[in-house]
């Protein structure tokens, strides 16, 4: 009898060796004796400003995955970043286009401060300009962090499948519909946010001037762009010279970035915006450089 008690302890033990570490807050209690005891709590944070929606993700993770509740919930940006550095939830579902900070940049704040936090980004705005961005924000995380992007319109049964892969096995799991767009040539900071500065319709000196950069290192930086965008080119074809001639690169790459996604309307309104102030700004600057060369 007391060997088979020992072997289902040692195998009670290996099973708790081979489980993975409860992701969530630690926190130390007193017991009655007043000694320190540790214990991991878990919840999982829903960010989403539509309350049906919301609605609907709390009553499907409180049925399939209750042992990791109790269930969070944030409206908005600001308070899906305050939220997720305040609790350490198991697993953030943001959505992407939120009041306040994006779901993407909320990711990027929760991140920073919290490189362990499991992601997913549950949207029906899967543009490429949101897609470039994580990318580039899970790159610069070390390590990697585990994260999902899905499509809002699949099916549950594929919804909970995700879910289970990001929060239980730590691995990446990306919509089959958009593995294409997490392929594509990973745009730079400036490029991403040179598209939006074609898209309002400044000029390369413009550009120089707001990412204090030459003239030179403007234009070779969206030559790079226009690489990017256009795989095929006439360059170094017999069509060369006529396409030079027929279009107008920068509202070719406007186009380009339009057709997939690369720009959309609720964020070129954001950068319109701050666009304004900078140009304000920037005459008074202007003006001030004029008086000072005439003198």
């Known amino acids: ?3 088979g008690f020992r072997r289902i302890l040692r195998g009670r033990a290996s099973q708790a060796r081979r489980r993975k570490p409860a992701i969530g807050l630690w926190k130390t209690t007193l017991t009655g004796q007043d000694s320190r005891r540790t214990i991991a709590v878990v919840s999982i944070l829903i960010a989403e400003d539509n309350v049906a929606q919301r609605a609907y993700l709390r009553e499907l ?17 600001d308070t899906t970043v305050q939220l997720a550095l305040s609790e350490r939830p198991s697993l953030c579902v943001l959505d992407i286009q939120m009041p306040g900070l994006s779901g993407v940049k909320a990711a990027r704040a929760i991140w920073r401060a919290y490189p362990q936090a499991r992601v ?25 962090p585990a ?7 699949n099916p549950e049964a594929r919804f909970i499948r995700f879910i289970a892969t990001v929060l239980e096995d730590g691995a990446d799991m990306i919509d089959p519909a958009f593995k294409d767009s997490f392929k594509q040539p990973l ?10 500065y074609l898209a309002l319709g400044l ?19 969206l030559t790079a762009l226009y690489e990017k965008l256009f795989v095929t080119t006439a360059e170094g074809t017999p069509n ?39 140009i304000e700004r920037d005459q008074k600057r202007y003006l001030e450089e004029s008086k000072t060369t005439a003198h």
């Open 187 to 196: 745009l730079t900071e400036f490029e991403a946010e040179a598209l939006y």
């Open 240 to 278: 060369e010279a006529y396409d030079k001639l027929a279009y107008n690169i920068r509202t070719r790459a406007f186009f380009e970035a339009l057709r997939r996604g690369l720009l959309n309307s609720d964020e070129l309104e954001k950068a319109a915006k701050e666009l304004e102030g900078w």
């Open 1 to 3: 009898m007391l060997s």
């Open 147 to 153: 994260y999902g992007f899905i499509h809002k319109n």
């Open 61 to 77: 993770l409180e049925r399939e995955f209750a042992s990791h509740g109790p269930i969070i919930e944030a409206g908005d940006g």
């Open 120 to 144: 997913i980004f549950w949207t029906q705005f899967p543009h490429e300009v949101y897609i470039n961005e994580i990318r580039k924000i899970v790159k610069s995380v070390n390590p990697p």
């Open 203 to 221: 000029s390369n000196w413009a550009i120089a001037r707001k990412c204090s950069l030459s003239l030179r290192g403007v234009e070779s930086r």
